[in-house]
């Protein structure tokens, strides 16, 4: 398309056709002899300010992430949720920071997935609740302590003053000292074991599924993996020794 230039008290102006009804444009030199005229372009927008999570959202996001991959589903994921984790679960969807992965072998059933900006908080999150669990247990008076808990590696002197007062206490594969009061120690390992007759099954989906608190089950995990019954077949994923 060819428009005329015309020249009007020392200024050039170019008449456009009808059809470009636009009050202003805008021309960009391309290089010499060629030039873009384009309506005019958008600012850019401003990057929203980063919106914070509550501390219930980080609980639900890492117990999420310590679900296996493709035992993400959500049938899966709305079994082990409550109902209040579920409505926080659809405002995180909603808000981008979780999404239903749909493709290949998920197209069909879909499997829970996060956003790039998610791993790196989950990973400070981890990081700041087991420095906090450290900071935790020194305060805590060993006579006092709770059905299942663990100690940090400096603590492994402990063990036998534990045995003492009826726990059972072992030393995991992490170095780490996990103990539990043996009469609930065999009463959860019992429905741990029934849990995983017919396969394996990570720390997060057993809790989901018995209802019972995710460090016991990771506790008893730890104690019977030290006792031979049970293999982690992946990380904190388990499976019986047949």
């Known amino acids: 398309m060819r428009a005329e230039v015309k020249e009007i008290d020392g200024k050039r102006f170019i008449l456009l056709p009808d059809d470009i009804p636009y009050p202003e444009l805008e021309i960009f030199k391309l290089k010499d002899g060629f030039y873009l005229l384009t309506i005019p372009l958008e600012p850019p927008k401003k990057p929203k300010a980063e919106e914070k999570l509550s501390e219930e959202e980080k609980k639900l996001l890492i117990d999420l992430s310590m679900i296996r991959f493709e035992k993400r589903t959500p049938a899966n994921v709305k079994k082990a949720l409550s109902k209040k984790q579920l409505e926080l679960l659809k405002s995180l969807i909603r808000r981008g920071y979780v999404s239903i992965f749909k493709k290949g072998k998920y197209k069909d059933v879909g499997v829970l997935n996060f956003s790039d900006r998610i791993f790196e908080m989950l990973k400070e999150e981890k990081r700041r609740m087991r420095e ?24 492994q002197k402990e063990i036998s003053e534990l045995a003492a007062k009826g726990h059972i206490a072992v030393v995991g594969m992490d170095g780490k ?13 019992n429905k741990i074991k029934k849990a995983l007759k017919n396969e394996e099954k990570s720390v997060a989906e057993i809790a989901g599924e018995l209802g019972e608190d995710y460090e016991a089950v990771d506790v008893v995990l730890k104690i019977l993996w030290a006792k031979g019954e049970v293999v982690e077949a992946r990380k904190d994923v388990f499976a019986l020794v047949e």
């Open 132 to 155: 906090n669990a450290e900071k935790e247990e020194k305060k805590m008076p060993l006579q006092s302590a709770k059905p299942f808990f663990a100690l940090s590696k400096n603590m």
């Open 177 to 189: 000292v996990y103990v539990a009061r043996a009469r609930d120690f065999y009463a959860l390992s």
